[in-house]
Protein backbone atom coordinates (compact mmCIF):
# COMPACT_ATOMS: atom_id res chain seq x y z
CA UNK A 1 0.00 0.00 0.00
CA UNK A 2 2.79 2.46 1.05
CA UNK A 3 4.33 2.27 -2.40
CA UNK A 4 1.68 4.57 -4.15
CA UNK A 5 2.47 6.61 -1.41
CA UNK A 6 5.03 9.60 -2.17
CA UNK A 7 7.07 9.01 0.86
CA UNK A 8 8.19 5.79 2.59
CA UNK A 9 8.88 5.22 6.08
CA UNK A 10 12.40 5.69 7.42
CA UNK A 11 13.02 7.82 4.38
CA UNK A 12 14.92 11.34 5.20
CA UNK A 13 13.35 14.32 2.79
CA UNK A 14 13.74 17.77 2.64
CA UNK A 15 10.37 20.15 3.51
CA UNK A 16 9.44 23.37 3.95
CA UNK A 17 6.34 23.44 6.55
CA UNK A 18 3.43 25.40 5.28
CA UNK A 19 1.21 25.14 8.50
CA UNK A 20 0.36 24.02 12.07
CA UNK A 21 -1.89 21.43 13.16
CA UNK A 22 -4.63 22.59 16.06
CA UNK A 23 -2.46 20.68 18.45
CA UNK A 24 0.83 22.56 17.61
CA UNK A 25 3.03 20.22 14.90
CA UNK A 26 4.35 21.39 11.42
CA UNK A 27 2.43 20.50 8.48
CA UNK A 28 4.73 19.70 5.57
CA UNK A 29 3.08 18.78 2.16
CA UNK A 30 4.74 16.00 -0.47
CA UNK A 31 2.96 15.85 -3.84
CA UNK A 32 -0.18 17.09 -1.31
CA UNK A 33 0.60 14.41 0.93
CA UNK A 34 0.35 16.43 4.69
CA UNK A 35 3.21 14.93 7.20
CA UNK A 36 3.01 16.07 10.55
CA UNK A 37 6.40 16.97 12.59
CA UNK A 38 6.14 18.02 16.13
CA UNK A 39 8.53 21.31 16.76
CA UNK A 40 8.38 22.54 13.00
CA UNK A 41 7.22 26.06 12.73
CA UNK A 42 4.70 27.52 9.15
CA UNK A 43 7.76 28.73 6.74
CA UNK A 44 10.85 27.08 8.57
CA UNK A 45 13.04 24.42 5.83
CA UNK A 46 13.83 21.16 7.12
CA UNK A 47 15.55 17.89 7.24
CA UNK A 48 12.76 15.14 8.77
CA UNK A 49 12.68 11.06 9.40
CA UNK A 50 9.71 10.07 7.78
CA UNK A 51 8.49 8.00 11.09
CA UNK A 52 5.17 6.84 10.20
CA UNK A 53 2.93 6.59 7.37
CA UNK A 54 -1.08 6.32 6.98
CA UNK A 55 -3.34 6.40 4.12
CA UNK A 56 -4.07 9.94 3.84
CA UNK A 57 -1.44 11.12 5.67
CA UNK A 58 2.37 10.72 7.47
CA UNK A 59 4.34 11.60 10.79
CA UNK A 60 7.65 12.74 10.84
CA UNK A 61 10.69 13.92 13.21
CA UNK A 62 12.63 16.94 12.61
CA UNK A 63 16.33 16.46 11.99
CA UNK A 64 17.32 19.12 11.31
CA UNK A 65 16.31 22.90 10.70
CA UNK A 66 17.82 23.77 7.41
CA UNK A 67 16.20 27.92 7.60
CA UNK A 68 14.54 28.67 10.96
CA UNK A 69 11.13 30.72 10.76
CA UNK A 70 11.80 34.45 11.93
CA UNK A 71 9.20 33.11 14.95
CA UNK A 72 11.57 30.59 16.33
CA UNK A 73 12.93 30.89 20.05
CA UNK A 74 14.21 29.01 22.47
CA UNK A 75 11.81 27.25 24.36
CA UNK A 76 12.49 29.09 27.76
CA UNK A 77 10.98 26.06 29.93
CA UNK A 78 13.80 23.46 31.03
CA UNK A 79 11.98 20.88 30.73
CA UNK A 80 9.63 21.73 27.81
CA UNK A 81 9.78 18.70 25.70
CA UNK A 82 9.69 15.90 28.48
CA UNK A 83 6.32 17.72 29.73
CA UNK A 84 3.85 18.06 26.97
CA UNK A 85 1.95 20.62 28.94
CA UNK A 86 2.87 23.42 26.57
CA UNK A 87 3.04 22.53 22.38
CA UNK A 88 4.14 26.55 21.25
CA UNK A 89 7.10 27.40 23.48
CA UNK A 90 9.48 27.54 20.59
CA UNK A 91 7.87 30.25 18.54
CA UNK A 92 7.83 33.89 19.95
CA UNK A 93 4.56 35.09 20.88
CA UNK A 94 3.91 37.28 18.46
CA UNK A 95 4.39 34.28 15.74
CA UNK A 96 2.19 32.68 18.38
CA UNK A 97 -1.21 34.89 18.01
CA UNK A 98 -0.25 35.20 14.76
CA UNK A 99 -0.39 31.61 13.81
CA UNK A 100 -4.02 30.84 16.09
CA UNK A 101 -5.09 33.95 14.32
CA UNK A 102 -4.88 32.11 11.08
CA UNK A 103 -5.92 28.67 12.16
CA UNK A 104 -9.62 30.34 13.37
CA UNK A 105 -9.29 31.62 10.12
CA UNK A 106 -8.44 28.89 8.02
CA UNK A 107 -10.83 26.60 9.79
CA UNK A 108 -13.78 28.93 9.65
CA UNK A 109 -13.44 28.91 6.14
CA UNK A 110 -12.47 25.79 5.37
CA UNK A 111 -15.27 23.47 7.56
CA UNK A 112 -17.79 26.49 8.34
CA UNK A 113 -17.26 27.73 4.62
CA UNK A 114 -17.39 31.23 5.35
CA UNK A 115 -15.94 33.19 2.92
CA UNK A 116 -14.69 37.13 4.24
CA UNK A 117 -15.21 36.05 7.55
CA UNK A 118 -13.81 38.87 9.73
CA UNK A 119 -11.55 37.51 12.49
CA UNK A 120 -9.79 40.16 14.29
CA UNK A 121 -6.47 39.84 15.09
CA UNK A 122 -6.13 37.95 18.73
CA UNK A 123 -6.06 39.27 22.14
CA UNK A 124 -3.16 38.45 23.75
CA UNK A 125 -1.98 38.94 26.98
CA UNK A 126 0.99 42.02 27.84
CA UNK A 127 2.79 39.14 29.83
CA UNK A 128 2.21 35.59 28.40
CA UNK A 129 3.64 33.92 31.29
CA UNK A 130 2.69 32.74 34.93
CA UNK A 131 -0.96 32.99 34.30
CA UNK A 132 -2.60 29.77 35.78
CA UNK A 133 -4.17 30.16 38.86
CA UNK A 134 -4.26 26.50 39.62
CA UNK A 135 -1.67 23.96 39.93
CA UNK A 136 -2.20 19.99 40.47
CA UNK A 137 0.74 18.02 40.55
CA UNK A 138 0.70 14.07 41.13
CA UNK A 139 2.78 13.09 43.71
CA UNK A 140 5.96 9.98 44.36
CA UNK A 141 8.85 8.98 45.92
CA UNK A 142 12.40 9.26 44.93
CA UNK A 143 15.24 8.83 47.26
CA UNK A 144 13.59 8.62 50.22
CA UNK A 145 11.64 12.16 49.91
CA UNK A 146 8.54 13.23 48.11
CA UNK A 147 8.63 14.65 44.61
CA UNK A 148 5.63 16.14 42.57
CA UNK A 149 5.44 17.52 39.43
CA UNK A 150 3.97 15.47 36.18
CA UNK A 151 3.54 12.38 34.45
CA UNK A 152 6.37 11.54 31.68
CA UNK A 153 4.37 11.73 28.32
CA UNK A 154 2.50 8.33 27.18
CA UNK A 155 3.44 6.68 31.21
CA UNK A 156 2.86 7.36 34.46
CA UNK A 157 6.36 7.85 35.65
CA UNK A 158 6.66 11.25 37.58
CA UNK A 159 9.11 13.68 37.04
CA UNK A 160 9.90 16.54 39.56
CA UNK A 161 8.91 19.76 38.59
CA UNK A 162 10.13 22.96 40.97
CA UNK A 163 8.86 25.54 38.30
CA UNK A 164 5.77 25.72 35.40
CA UNK A 165 6.60 29.00 34.20
CA UNK A 166 2.68 29.09 32.55
CA UNK A 167 2.14 28.74 36.53
CA UNK A 168 1.85 31.52 39.31
CA UNK A 169 5.09 32.31 40.78
CA UNK A 170 2.95 31.24 44.08
CA UNK A 171 1.23 28.21 43.26
CA UNK A 172 4.80 26.98 42.49
CA UNK A 173 5.84 28.03 46.15
CA UNK A 174 2.94 26.99 47.35
CA UNK A 175 3.55 22.91 46.16
CA UNK A 176 6.79 23.01 46.67
CA UNK A 177 6.85 23.72 50.84
CA UNK A 178 3.68 21.80 50.80
CA UNK A 179 5.88 19.07 49.70
CA UNK A 180 8.80 19.48 51.48
CA UNK A 181 6.24 19.49 54.59
CA UNK A 182 5.26 16.24 53.87
CA UNK A 183 8.32 15.00 53.91
CA UNK A 184 9.58 15.73 56.55
CA UNK A 185 6.28 14.56 58.33
CA UNK A 186 6.69 10.59 57.43
CA UNK A 187 3.98 11.16 54.81
CA UNK A 188 4.50 8.26 51.92
CA UNK A 189 3.70 9.23 48.05
CA UNK A 190 0.69 7.07 47.02
CA UNK A 191 1.88 4.25 44.89
CA UNK A 192 -0.52 3.70 42.17
CA UNK A 193 0.60 -0.35 41.36
CA UNK A 194 0.73 -1.80 45.22
CA UNK A 195 -2.60 1.00 46.44
CA UNK A 196 -0.74 1.57 49.23
CA UNK A 197 1.14 4.94 50.78
CA UNK A 198 -1.56 8.18 51.56
CA UNK A 199 -0.36 11.45 49.02
CA UNK A 200 -1.56 11.13 46.04
CA UNK A 201 -1.76 15.11 44.76
CA UNK A 202 -1.40 18.25 45.76
CA UNK A 203 -3.48 21.38 44.60
CA UNK A 204 -2.65 24.79 44.90
CA UNK A 205 -5.39 27.79 44.30
CA UNK A 206 -4.20 31.42 44.00
CA UNK A 207 -6.72 34.06 43.86
CA UNK A 208 -5.07 36.25 42.33
CA UNK A 209 -7.07 39.52 42.54
CA UNK A 210 -7.76 38.37 46.31
CA UNK A 211 -4.34 36.87 47.51
CA UNK A 212 -6.26 33.71 48.85
CA UNK A 213 -4.36 30.51 49.01
CA UNK A 214 -6.01 27.01 48.87
CA UNK A 215 -4.09 24.01 49.84
CA UNK A 216 -6.06 20.50 48.94
CA UNK A 217 -4.15 17.32 49.80
CA UNK A 218 -5.38 14.56 48.06
CA UNK A 219 -4.85 11.45 49.81
CA UNK A 220 -6.17 7.66 49.48
CA UNK A 221 -7.71 7.24 52.94
CA UNK A 222 -8.74 9.11 55.76
CA UNK A 223 -5.58 8.31 57.33
CA UNK A 224 -2.50 11.22 56.98
CA UNK A 225 0.49 10.88 59.40
CA UNK A 226 1.34 14.12 61.67
CA UNK A 227 -1.77 15.74 60.08
CA UNK A 228 -2.33 18.50 62.51
CA UNK A 229 1.68 19.26 62.45
CA UNK A 230 1.44 19.72 58.45
CA UNK A 231 -1.62 21.79 59.31
CA UNK A 232 -0.08 23.85 61.68
CA UNK A 233 3.62 24.11 59.33
CA UNK A 234 1.63 25.00 56.38
CA UNK A 235 -0.36 27.61 58.06
CA UNK A 236 3.01 29.10 58.97
CA UNK A 237 4.94 28.63 56.09
CA UNK A 238 2.23 30.16 53.08
CA UNK A 239 1.27 33.11 53.61
CA UNK A 240 -2.47 34.46 52.18
CA UNK A 241 -3.52 30.53 53.38
CA UNK A 242 -6.99 30.47 53.93
CA UNK A 243 -8.31 27.03 53.38
CA UNK A 244 -6.52 23.42 53.52
CA UNK A 245 -8.67 20.83 52.49
CA UNK A 246 -8.27 17.30 52.28
CA UNK A 247 -10.10 15.42 49.44
CA UNK A 248 -9.86 11.38 49.93
CA UNK A 249 -9.85 9.40 46.58
CA UNK A 250 -9.08 5.81 47.36
CA UNK A 251 -10.58 4.08 43.74
CA UNK A 252 -7.92 2.74 41.90
CA UNK A 253 -8.40 5.49 39.56
CA UNK A 254 -6.88 8.53 37.03
CA UNK A 255 -9.21 10.41 38.22
CA UNK A 256 -7.83 13.12 40.93
CA UNK A 257 -10.58 13.57 43.05
CA UNK A 258 -13.26 11.48 45.16
CA UNK A 259 -16.39 12.08 46.77
CA UNK A 260 -15.33 13.28 50.00
CA UNK A 261 -13.78 16.33 50.76
CA UNK A 262 -13.25 17.88 54.66
CA UNK A 263 -11.63 21.41 55.86
CA UNK A 264 -8.45 20.68 57.79
CA UNK A 265 -8.04 24.32 58.69
CA UNK A 266 -9.72 27.56 57.94
CA UNK A 267 -12.39 27.87 55.31
CA UNK A 268 -14.45 25.44 52.71
CA UNK A 269 -13.70 28.05 50.00
CA UNK A 270 -11.37 30.93 48.70
CA UNK A 271 -12.45 34.14 46.88
CA UNK A 272 -11.64 35.86 43.90
CA UNK A 273 -12.68 38.14 41.59
CA UNK A 274 -12.87 38.39 37.96
CA UNK A 275 -13.82 41.55 37.26
CA UNK A 276 -16.37 43.45 39.88
CA UNK A 277 -17.75 39.83 40.26
CA UNK A 278 -16.92 38.10 43.27
CA UNK A 279 -16.98 33.87 43.20
CA UNK A 280 -16.56 31.22 45.76
CA UNK A 281 -14.09 28.78 44.90
CA UNK A 282 -14.79 25.38 46.80
CA UNK A 283 -11.96 22.69 46.21
CA UNK A 284 -13.65 20.84 43.30
CA UNK A 285 -15.30 24.01 41.47
CA UNK A 286 -14.51 24.64 38.09
CA UNK A 287 -13.02 27.81 38.26
CA UNK A 288 -11.17 30.14 34.92
CA UNK A 289 -7.34 29.36 34.93
CA UNK A 290 -6.52 32.29 33.46
CA UNK A 291 -9.22 34.94 34.94
CA UNK A 292 -7.23 38.00 33.38
CA UNK A 293 -8.38 36.50 29.79
CA UNK A 294 -11.46 35.26 30.90
CA UNK A 295 -12.44 39.26 31.38
CA UNK A 296 -11.38 39.97 28.09
CA UNK A 297 -13.17 37.31 26.62
CA UNK A 298 -16.59 37.92 28.67
CA UNK A 299 -16.39 41.75 28.03
CA UNK A 300 -15.92 41.06 24.59
CA UNK A 301 -19.01 38.89 25.31
CA UNK A 302 -20.97 41.75 26.71
CA UNK A 303 -19.42 44.25 24.12
CA UNK A 304 -21.23 41.41 21.22
CA UNK A 305 -24.42 40.86 23.62
CA UNK A 306 -24.96 44.99 23.63
CA UNK A 307 -27.41 44.74 25.78
CA UNK A 308 -29.76 47.86 26.98
CA UNK A 309 -30.68 47.03 30.30
CA UNK A 310 -34.10 45.44 29.63
CA UNK A 311 -33.64 42.08 28.02
CA UNK A 312 -34.08 38.63 28.21
CA UNK A 313 -30.81 36.80 27.85
CA UNK A 314 -29.97 32.81 27.63
CA UNK A 315 -27.21 31.53 28.97
CA UNK A 316 -26.17 27.73 27.70
CA UNK A 317 -23.36 25.76 29.04
CA UNK A 318 -23.51 28.03 32.24
CA UNK A 319 -21.05 26.49 34.50
CA UNK A 320 -20.37 28.37 37.71
CA UNK A 321 -22.42 31.63 36.14
CA UNK A 322 -19.66 33.61 35.24
CA UNK A 323 -21.32 34.82 31.87
CA UNK A 324 -24.47 34.57 33.29
CA UNK A 325 -23.67 36.94 36.19
CA UNK A 326 -21.94 39.56 33.88
CA UNK A 327 -24.91 40.07 31.71
CA UNK A 328 -27.23 39.95 34.87
CA UNK A 329 -25.33 43.30 35.47
CA UNK A 330 -26.75 44.76 32.10
CA UNK A 331 -29.52 42.65 31.22
CA UNK A 332 -33.59 42.41 32.22
CA UNK A 333 -33.36 38.96 32.71
CA UNK A 334 -30.75 35.97 32.72
CA UNK A 335 -31.49 32.43 32.20
CA UNK A 336 -28.31 30.17 32.97
CA UNK A 337 -28.46 26.22 32.05
CA UNK A 338 -25.73 23.66 32.92
CA UNK A 339 -25.91 20.23 33.08
CA UNK A 340 -23.50 19.86 36.13
CA UNK A 341 -25.58 20.12 39.15
CA UNK A 342 -22.94 20.99 41.99
CA UNK A 343 -22.02 24.08 39.23
CA UNK A 344 -25.23 25.43 39.27
CA UNK A 345 -25.37 25.20 43.10
CA UNK A 346 -22.06 27.60 42.58
CA UNK A 347 -23.73 29.59 40.00
CA UNK A 348 -26.53 30.43 42.55
CA UNK A 349 -24.66 31.16 45.51
CA UNK A 350 -22.25 33.58 43.45
CA UNK A 351 -25.40 35.01 42.17
CA UNK A 352 -26.33 35.44 45.97
CA UNK A 353 -23.14 36.76 46.98
CA UNK A 354 -22.52 39.33 44.57
CA UNK A 355 -26.65 40.45 45.00
CA UNK A 356 -27.56 39.58 41.75
CA UNK A 357 -31.69 38.60 41.91
CA UNK A 358 -32.53 39.23 37.54
CA UNK A 359 -30.78 35.35 37.48
CA UNK A 360 -32.32 32.16 37.00
CA UNK A 361 -30.44 28.69 36.72
CA UNK A 362 -31.67 24.89 35.91
CA UNK A 363 -29.74 22.22 36.07
CA UNK A 364 -29.87 20.21 32.74
CA UNK A 365 -29.24 19.75 28.94
CA UNK A 366 -29.40 23.08 27.22
CA UNK A 367 -31.10 20.83 24.10
CA UNK A 368 -33.87 19.81 27.00
CA UNK A 369 -34.39 22.73 29.13
CA UNK A 370 -33.95 25.31 26.31
CA UNK A 371 -36.97 24.00 23.94
CA UNK A 372 -38.75 23.51 27.53
CA UNK A 373 -38.24 27.64 28.11
CA UNK A 374 -39.11 28.28 24.99
CA UNK A 375 -42.35 26.37 25.24
CA UNK A 376 -42.96 27.89 28.24
CA UNK A 377 -42.85 31.14 26.85
CA UNK A 378 -39.63 32.16 27.15
CA UNK A 379 -38.33 33.96 24.30
CA UNK A 380 -34.43 35.53 24.29
CA UNK A 381 -33.41 38.36 23.04
CA UNK A 382 -30.10 37.41 23.15
CA UNK A 383 -28.74 33.80 23.26
CA UNK A 384 -25.07 33.21 24.90
CA UNK A 385 -23.58 29.69 24.05
CA UNK A 386 -20.33 28.77 25.88
CA UNK A 387 -20.27 24.66 24.85
CA UNK A 388 -17.30 22.32 25.56
CA UNK A 389 -15.03 21.18 22.79
CA UNK A 390 -17.36 19.26 20.93
CA UNK A 391 -20.24 22.03 20.29
CA UNK A 392 -23.36 22.81 20.31
CA UNK A 393 -25.77 19.89 20.50
CA UNK A 394 -27.73 19.71 17.44
CA UNK A 395 -31.24 20.02 19.06
CA UNK A 396 -30.25 23.27 20.74
CA UNK A 397 -29.20 24.67 17.21
CA UNK A 398 -32.33 23.82 15.99
CA UNK A 399 -34.38 25.82 19.14
CA UNK A 400 -32.19 28.72 18.62
CA UNK A 401 -33.67 28.42 14.80
CA UNK A 402 -36.87 28.20 15.91
CA UNK A 403 -36.71 30.87 18.76
CA UNK A 404 -35.04 33.25 16.45
CA UNK A 405 -33.26 35.59 19.26
CA UNK A 406 -31.82 38.75 17.80
CA UNK A 407 -28.27 38.36 18.76
CA UNK A 408 -26.02 34.53 19.15
CA UNK A 409 -23.11 35.10 21.04
CA UNK A 410 -21.10 32.07 20.25
CA UNK A 411 -18.23 31.62 22.81
CA UNK A 412 -16.01 28.34 21.92
CA UNK A 413 -12.90 26.59 23.07
CA UNK A 414 -12.69 24.47 19.25
CA UNK A 415 -12.63 26.69 16.41
CA UNK A 416 -13.43 23.49 14.24
CA UNK A 417 -17.12 22.55 16.34
CA UNK A 418 -17.56 26.65 15.89
CA UNK A 419 -17.18 26.43 12.19
CA UNK A 420 -19.54 23.58 11.92
CA UNK A 421 -21.91 25.03 14.23
CA UNK A 422 -21.86 28.29 12.14
CA UNK A 423 -22.40 27.19 9.10
CA UNK A 424 -25.88 25.26 10.81
CA UNK A 425 -27.32 28.98 11.94
CA UNK A 426 -26.20 30.68 8.49
CA UNK A 427 -28.16 28.20 6.48
CA UNK A 428 -30.81 28.45 9.02
CA UNK A 429 -30.88 32.54 8.52
CA UNK A 430 -28.06 34.25 10.80
CA UNK A 431 -24.88 36.27 9.74
CA UNK A 432 -22.09 35.60 11.79
CA UNK A 433 -21.12 39.44 11.71
CA UNK A 434 -17.20 39.35 13.70
CA UNK A 435 -14.73 36.73 15.43
CA UNK A 436 -13.26 37.66 18.33
CA UNK A 437 -9.74 35.09 19.10
CA UNK A 438 -8.80 35.90 22.28
CA UNK A 439 -5.42 33.71 24.39
CA UNK A 440 -6.67 32.45 27.04
CA UNK A 441 -3.86 29.81 27.29
CA UNK A 442 -0.35 31.37 25.86
CA UNK A 443 2.51 28.88 24.94
CA UNK A 444 -0.15 25.88 24.38
CA UNK A 445 -1.99 25.79 21.24
CA UNK A 446 -5.59 26.13 22.29
CA UNK A 447 -7.15 29.65 21.47
CA UNK A 448 -10.60 30.57 22.40
CA UNK A 449 -13.09 32.79 20.46
CA UNK A 450 -15.83 35.01 20.87
CA UNK A 451 -18.20 35.21 17.70
CA UNK A 452 -21.19 37.40 16.87
CA UNK A 453 -23.93 36.04 14.75
CA UNK A 454 -27.06 38.04 13.87
CA UNK A 455 -30.55 37.14 12.62
CA UNK A 456 -30.94 38.90 8.69
N1 LIG B 1 -19.53 29.39 30.69
C1 LIG B 1 -18.87 28.70 31.76
C2 LIG B 1 -18.17 27.40 31.42
C3 LIG B 1 -18.39 26.79 30.11
S1 LIG B 1 -17.53 25.26 29.91
C4 LIG B 1 -17.88 29.59 32.44
O1 LIG B 1 -17.50 30.58 31.87
O2 LIG B 1 -17.45 29.31 33.53
C5 LIG B 1 -18.82 24.26 29.26
C6 LIG B 1 -19.85 23.84 30.28
O3 LIG B 1 -20.88 23.10 29.61
C7 LIG B 1 -19.33 22.91 31.36
O4 LIG B 1 -19.61 23.50 32.60
C8 LIG B 1 -20.11 21.60 31.16
O5 LIG B 1 -20.43 20.97 32.37
C9 LIG B 1 -21.36 22.09 30.48
N2 LIG B 1 -22.12 21.14 29.64
C10 LIG B 1 -21.65 20.12 28.89
N3 LIG B 1 -22.63 19.56 28.17
C11 LIG B 1 -23.77 20.24 28.46
C12 LIG B 1 -25.13 20.14 28.03
N4 LIG B 1 -25.50 19.24 27.14
N5 LIG B 1 -26.02 21.02 28.53
C13 LIG B 1 -25.64 21.96 29.44
N6 LIG B 1 -24.38 22.09 29.89
C14 LIG B 1 -23.45 21.24 29.41
Same mark, same amino acid.
Given at each position: MSKTLPVQKNEYIDVVFEDLTHDGAGVAKVDGY?????? !??? !???????????NKGYGFGRLMEITEASRYRVDAPCSIYKECGGCQLQHMSYEGQLYAKEKQVRDVLQRIGKLKDIKVHPVLGMDNPWGYRNKSQVPIGEHEGGLIGGFYQQRSHQIIEMKTCLIQQEKNDEVIQKVKDICSRNSVRA??????????????????????????????????????????????????????????????????????????????????????????????????????????????????????GGHETVIDAYC????????????? !??????????????????NAALNGITNVEFAVGEAETVIPNWYEEGVQADVLVVDPPRKGCDEKLLQTILNMKPKKV???????????????????????????????????????ECCALIKLI
Open positions: PIFVPN !GLP !GEKAKIKVIKVYNEEKHKGELRHIMARYGMVSGEVMVVLVTRSNELPNKNKIVEEIVTAIPGVKSIVQNINSKKTNVIFGEQTKVLWGEEVIYDFIGDIKFAISARSFYQVNPEQTKVLYDKALEYAGLGIGTISLFLAQKA !GKVYGVEIVPEAIEDAKRVYVSCNPATLARDLRILEDGGYKTVEVQPVDMFPQTSHV
